[in-house]
């Protein structure tokens, strides 16, 4: 089992920038993936990024390519999402997300409880 918690979020005015973070525990040691999904009001949740745990290979949804960045410390068993000139359409919950993989075994995979990121015009 994985345990994650995102802190970080904020309200904050467009072209602002926020650093959310996710802190994982539990059987860190096989995590495959994590990443961030956002949940905005009226709309179904979106893969916002998302990075390998083990080659840091990142990928990225196209409304956030080029403002947003996503890194991890494994030794801190932490991920980062540094969100650069923030728009009012980012303006949602943010929520963590990590996989596991035993070997060649995929396991389920695990949310945080989510972080809101509100951003006025």
């Known amino acids: 089992q994985v345990q994650l918690v995102e802190s970080g979020g904020g309200w904050v005015q467009a072209g602002d920038s926020l650093r959310l973070s996710c802190a994982a525990s539990?059987?860190?040691?096989?995590?495959?993936?994590m990443g961030w999904f956002r949940h905005a009001p009226g709309k179904e949740r979106e893969f916002a990024a998302g990075?390998?745990?083990?080659?840091?290979?990142?990928n990225y949804a196209d409304s956030v390519k080029g403002r947003f960045t996503i890194s991890r410390d494994n030794a801190k068993n932490t991920m980062y999402l540094q969100m650069n000139k923030l728009k009012p359409e980012d303006t949602a919950v943010y929520y963590c997300?990590?996989?596991?993989?035993?070997?060649?075994?995929?396991?389920?995979?695990?949310w945080g409880q989510g972080t809101q990121v509100t951003v006025s015009s």
């Open positions: 997300y990590a996989d596991r993989q035993v070997g060649v075994v995929r396991l389920n995979g695990y």
């Open positions: 539990g059987r860190t040691d096989s995590i495959r993936n």
């Open positions: 990075i390998s745990w083990s080659s840091g290979v990142t």
